[in-house]
């Protein structure tokens, strides 16, 4: 069974964007080592059905000529001497063209790839660990999604507590900061955290 043709670039772009949202940058990433990966493939594959013709090569030895000629001759056979040297510099530029194309069909759209990762974060996650993901994708939340999520905080940080800690209060201080740290490295601000230890009559205050 023959092998199916490589998927073209924009084809992966594509079905990676079919999978789930993505950002630009972190699709950029993707893009960038897929274009890399089927370069040296392109490049490894010229190589071998180069191969051949250089076997019938070593069985003629050329009349000998000129030093002028052996160094035109030289030219015109390395390989070294291509001025398309493969690199990453034209392969940057195909990755940014297709993600510009992305853009403007459609496929690629970071508002929601915003939403999207508030959707799945914010029932296990804090606003600041939320803000924190999305500045390394180089966005960052609106001032209404921020306000959303922070009128949830208490809420979703009390969710959070109860599942890790089966709804126990910290009998002592060594316990409740134990559960302080694990809902701050959540992302939880201080005051959200402060409120959900106070204890089970204060809590609903």
């Known amino acids: 069974m023959k092998a199916g043709k490589p998927l073209s670039l924009k084809a992966r772009a594509i079905a990676l964007l ?3 949202e993505h950002s630009r940058a972190e699709l950029r990433r993707k893009l960038l080592r897929i274009a890399r990966e089927q370069r040296a493939a392109q490049q490894r594959q010229a190589a071998a059905a180069a191969e051949p013709a250089a076997g019938l090569a070593a069985w003629f030895v050329p009349e000998p000529c000129s030093e002028a000629g052996v160094d035109a001759l030289g030219q015109a056979e390395n390989p070294d001497e291509d001025p398309d040297d493969g690199g990453d510099a034209d392969v940057g530029a ?3 063209a297709l993600l510009l194309f992305l853009q403007e069909r459609g496929y690629l759209s970071e508002q929601r790839f915003v939403d999207a990762r508030i959707h799945a ?3 296990r996650f804090g606003s600041q660990r939320i803000k924190l993901e999305l500045a390394q994708h180089g966005l960052q939340l609106s001032g209404d999604q921020l306000a959303l999520l922070k009128d949830s905080e208490i809420e979703r940080a009390r969710a959070v507590w109860q599942r ?3 709804g126990q209060w910290p009998e002592d201080a060594a316990t409740r900061a134990k559960h302080a740290r694990f809902l701050i ?3 939880f601000g201080g005051e959200s955290v402060r409120r ?3 204890g089970p009559v204060e809590a609903d205050d």
Do not use: H, I
């Open 18 to 20: 079919a999978q789930r």
């Open 94 to 96: 195909e990755v940014d």
């Open 121 to 123: 974060r914010s029932a």
């Open 164 to 166: 890790k800690f089966g």
């Open 185 to 187: 490295g959540r992302g």
């Open 196 to 198: 959900v230890l106070r």
